[in-house]
């Protein structure tokens, strides 16, 4: 059962500016996203920074407007919810953000901040506010000594901590944890990946987990989706991206991977040009000025993101269901080249 629904999103921010204000253009950041989110699962979003990642996360509980599209949260189109509805709605939908530093305020202490979420939506005041902060701080493995210290007493794992208990605090069904790692030591990623996986699976939550790092997310992740230039370009299940990814692009961010065995070597590929601005996006397929295999076809139309009978999306004219074929399906077999 689908949880989240997200049909033909878009948001274009507008460049404005001169003398009087005259429209120069538009950053498309998120261009016609469509993806869904099953309940339960973690629903890992993979691209380059500046890709969009961060912005269709917000985009998505509506944090920051939409240009266009739907998003559809257990059957309810959120754009037609009013103020209020969505208020509540917010209960069921959390972030957690990627600084750990800038998300706390350094004025609050970490009872106030865990407990805020429960005054403004009257779940808890009082005592009864104080004991669900510390239960919260337990779960996420915090202690109860903690409750009255403020955020520059705590590491960056700590912070992490407290941001994932704030946002628990609401009882939320669906959490979109923005690079929550990104800025923590490789040790402390472990801890915080694992954290995430114990709640889920003791809270049922369902994750969208937006990052950068492919071997963090292959970690938590039941699907992957790569988003390249404000696009999904393929989504698939995690195996499947990882053992027989089909766009170029996909094949190329994993070739830059490391491998844990000094003995197994791949070849990186290289990317050709740098990453085209969002501003003038090229016509037909945005990845066609970067990719070795492109097509006349691809440098005129847009691909669609087509599914095979696994559910494996790729948004490619020249790879994908019915398409060429990789004549290498593992992009790590010892000195070959997809």
Same mark, same amino acid.
């Given at each position: ?67 266009? !599209? /739907?998003? +559809?949260? @257990? %059957?309810?189109?959120?754009?037609? $919810? ?7 709605? #917010? ?19 970490? !009872? /106030?901040? +865990?407990? @805020? %979420?429960?005054?403004?939506?009257? $779940? ?7 004991? #669900? ?206």
């Amino acid at each position: 059962m689908n949880l989240l629904e997200v049909r033909n999103l878009k948001k274009y921010f507008p460049l404005d500016g001169g003398l009087f204000s005259r429209h120069k253009g538009e950053v498309k950041a998120v261009d016609d996203v469509s993806l869904t989110v099953e309940e339960g699962e973690t629903l890992g979003l993979v691209g380059e920074s500046g890709c969009g990642k961060s912005t269709l996360g917000r985009v998505i509980l509506r944090l920051i407007e939409p240009t266009a !599209g /739907e998003i +559809v949260f @257990e %059957g309810k189109d959120l754009m037609e $919810l009013s103020p209020r509805q969505l208020r509540e709605m #917010r209960r069921e939908m959390q972030i957690i953000f990627q600084d750990p530093y800038a998300s706390l305020n350094p004025r609050m202490r970490v !009872g /106030e901040t +865990v407990g @805020e %979420g429960l005054e403004i939506h009257k $779940l808890a005041t009082g005592k009864k506010k104080r004991d #669900r902060v510390m239960e919260l701080l337990n779960q996420v493995g915090l202690k109860e000594e903690h409750y009255d210290r403020y955020p520059h007493e705590f590491s960056g794992g700590q912070r992490q901590r407290i941001g994932i208990a704030r946002a628990l605090s609401v009882n939320p069904r669906f959490i979109i944890a923005d690079e929550p790692v990104s800025s923590l030591d490789v040790s402390i990623q472990a801890q915080i990946i694992n954290l995430l996986q114990e709640l889920q699976e003791k809270m049922h939550l369902t994750y969208l987990f937006i990052s950068h790092d492919l071997r963090v997310v292959e970690h938590i992740s039941h699907r992957v989706a790569i988003m390249y230039l404000g696009k999904i370009v393929e989504i698939a299940p995690s195996d499947a991206i990882y053992k027989d990814p089909k766009h170029p692009y996909t094949r190329a961010l994993l070739s830059a991977v490391p491998l844990p065995d000094p003995e197994r070597k791949k070849e990186r590929i290289i990317l050709e040009g740098d990453v085209p601005s969002p501003v003038n996006p090229p016509s037909g397929c945005s990845f066609h000025p970067r990719c070795a295999y492109r097509e006349d076809i691809c440098i005129s139309a847009e691909p669609r993101l087509e599914f095979d009978a696994d559910h494996h999306g790729v948004s490619c004219h020249v790879f994908g269901p019915g398409k060429r074929v990789w004549k290498t399906p593992d992009p790590t077999t010892k000195g070959q080249r997809a």
